[in-house]
């Protein structure tokens, strides 16, 4: 896997991604405190309402972005996508009001909107040889669960020694490396797209997604996915102080489970899919998402002690290595179903999807969990994710046909 470190391009291009995905950790928990501090005990209120803002700038943005810079050179794009993330991060610590941050939010989350598909979408340009791209993934897989347990860890271990405000500091510095790395990386000559009308140019990656079999696949398996995690990452807290009556760091252990099933398929993943098709290995992942959160539901339900602590450690080990399954591959889907022209509209459309089923599966996990409990409310997001498997195995068709990939 770490072959394709040795290619300069995507070695900065992936420590860029790596860097990035640290200081927006930072700006997670230090979001959280200066919540508290302008909010007090509606810290919480304004959390939700940010997470929501975050979601509506993913999904309105990233499509229209896409349409406007499509026919402009990529690095300048990355860089100033960088740079506005940058002074959002400069300017948190300034605010004295809610409404302050959810303005900066939608700012940062726009330009993260824009970074990120068009990021994504460089890759396979950088990495033709698809062996390689899908090492590529699972590298990017690996940085994204590596970040979500480390970057608390440096955050807790800052704040002993600094206040938290100046930790949208390093986050500052986190997005002022990755512009540097961006701006030293050697982009490969990519075309420009055809002059187009700005509405076709808005709807090429939902119409690509539409009238390609496997794309509609995926975007169904997004809803199995976006079904589970949104189960783990709302209700996991809950779950952890309230029935179990456990202490906080088993928190921190029960998400480290789910991390880590995503961490170890996305290490045996690259040899996998030189074996096997991505077709099998998704639809297994999708199939064993809802089976996971069936599974949950039991074992809160009937609680027995120790065992019941450990059977959830594996379960969410499960699901974090099912919801790996489908997400590591999906790429390599993106990648076969566009030409380089369309290639940025798709990965902008796979992006805005994918974020509009977490907008509809995020309140649904935190209003049912409060208003029927956890395991009626697993119950009810397996069956969500069983209609998506559903829908993934009935839109697949073995093969791409060439009539299908162009814009």
Known sequence: MIEVLRNPSYAKLFSAQVIALLGTGLLTVALGLLAFDIAGGDAGLVLGTAMTIKMIAYVAVSPVMSALTVRLPRKPVLISADLLRLAVALALPMV?????IYVLIFI???ASATFTPTFQA??????PDERQYTRALSLSRLAYDTESLVSPMIAAALLTVVAYNNLFIGTALGFFAS????LSTRFPAITPAEPAPFLDRLT?????????PQLRSLLAMNLVVAAASAMVIVNTV???QGPL?????????????????????????PRLLDKVADQPVMLVGAGVLPVGLVAMAAAIAVPTGQAQWIGLLIIWLLLG???SLVLTPSARLLRRASTEESRPAVFAAQFSLSHACFLLTYPTAGALGAWLGLPDTALILAGLGLFGAILAVAAWRPRFHSGLTSP
């Open 179 to 182: 512009t540097v790395l961006v």
């Open 108 to 110: 940062l989350q726009a």
């Open 204 to 212: 090429l990656g939902a119409r690509i997604f539409w009238r390609t």
């Open 238 to 240: 809950v779950l952890v």
């Open 245 to 269: 009556q456990r202490p906080e760091a088993d928190v921190a252990l029960l998400l480290a489970a789910y991390g880590a099933g995503s961490m170890i398929v996305a290490l045996i993943i």
């Open 321 to 323: 290595a099912a919801t």
């Open 122 to 127: 460089v890759i396979p340009e950088v990495l």
């Open 96 to 100: 004295d009001q809610a409404w302050q």
